[in-house]
């Protein structure tokens, strides 16, 4: 590597440690939300389809519009930005779906969790492996297991759908309190990437 390149290296880094200092709170509130979702859903015993369907199209919804402003604000330092874009887009279009689908069966409230799963842990997937190459980017490995995560969980829904609306609730719900912890510690990350990096106090 030459010199000029590791200093473009070292202030591509800086300027996305920067970004993580002033967006950390966007990925923490996707891992509160998520926790906050699967709680609901593990603590709702009598929970019916309609019920769940609102409560995750309100968690999808916030999660897109969360994972979107992240990737608009990394968008000039970070190539991978694009990844967490349609992410967020996914998510987003998911929830929406939940919302105006006010008929929906638990067996297609299962597909449209699984394929919103499936997609959005493919690109959280993608966007984590660009992240990577950024040595001060330290979370990255614990984002691209929460996409791994994500996948395997809308997989599971997609290809061995479970039956009754219980077994629905908890493998979402634990799935969401996994995946939600995943994204809080992710968040303590960046910001302490940011601290040690004295970009933040």
């Known amino acids: 590597m030459t010199a000029e390149s590791a200093n473009n290296f070292s202030t591509g880094e800086e300027a996305l440690l920067r970004i993580g200092k002033d967006l950390w709170w966007a990925v923490l509130l996707r ?4 926790v906050i979702f699967g709680v609901v859903a593990l ?14 199209g309100a968690y999808a919804i916030v999660d897109g519009i969360s994972a979107i402003i992240r990737a608009v604000s990394s968008r000039k330092v970070e190539s991978g930005w694009v990844w967490w874009l349609l992410g967020g887009v996914v998510s987003l279009v998911a929830g929406i779906i939940a919302f105006v689908w006010p008929e929906i069966t638990a ?5 449209v969790i699984g394929i919103w799963a499936i997609m959005g842990g493919i690109l959280e997937i993608a966007g984590s492996i660009r992240l990577r190459k950024l040595d001060g980017a330290a979370h990255w490995g614990l984002l691209l297991f929460a996409g791994i995560v994500e996948l395997l969980f809308g997989l599971v829904l997609v290809f061995s759908p479970v039956s009754g609306i219980l077994s629905i609730v908890w493998l979402i719900g634990v799935f969401a309190l996994l995946f939600g912890i995943l994204f809080v510690v992710s968040a303590f ?3 302490s990437a940011a601290k040690k990096a004295g970009i933040v106090s």
């Open 31 to 34: 891992g509160v939300l998520a």
């Open 43 to 56: 603590a709702w015993p009598g929970v019916t389809v309609w019920a769940l369907v609102v409560v995750f």
């Open 107 to 111: 067996l297609a409230a299962v597909f």
């Open 189 to 191: 990350q960046v910001r």
